[in-house]
């Protein structure tokens, strides 16, 4: 069983740093990608910024040239970053990992994991 682990929430000033790190436990077996997602306030969750294996790094609209992400291949280790916060950007924050897995018993096949989110508040 895959886990994810997220950290580096809590409460940050409008203009500090945030970092966010989102930690892979288990038996990973190929990684198609990593991602950070967000839910704010009222809002439906959504893609912040996915690295895909072997591909682009993808960004939202709204976190291009604000959030930056980057992914230990070796350890898969998931780090947002962002030195540019707005009180908009106050949301849960969420780690999710796609993996390719070959099981034995249940062949091949794609599976999704989500941690359980860690709440980020941006005070202005």
């Known amino acids: 069983q895959v886990h994810l682990v997220e950290s580096g929430g809590g409460l940050v000033q409008s203009g500090e740093i945030l970092t966010l790190v989102c930690r892979t436990y288990?038996?990973?077996?190929?990684?198609?990608?990593m991602a950070w997602y967000r839910q704010c306030p009222g809002g439906q969750r959504e893609l912040v910024a996915r690295v895909v294996n072997g591909g682009p790094t993808e960004y939202a609209d709204f976190a291009k040239d604000r959030f930056f992400v980057n992914r230990d291949t070796h350890r898969n280790i998931l780090v947002l970053e962002s030195s540019d916060l707005k009180s908009d950007d106050t949301a849960v924050y969420y780690c999710?990992?796609?993996?390719?897995?070959?099981?034995?018993?249940?062949?091949?096949?794609?599976?999704?994991?989500w941690g359980e989110g860690t709440q980020v508040t941006v005070a202005s």
């Open positions: 999710f990992l796609q993996e390719r897995r070959r099981d034995f018993d249940k062949g091949v096949r794609i599976v999704e994991y």
């Open positions: 288990g038996n990973v077996q190929t990684v198609e990608n």
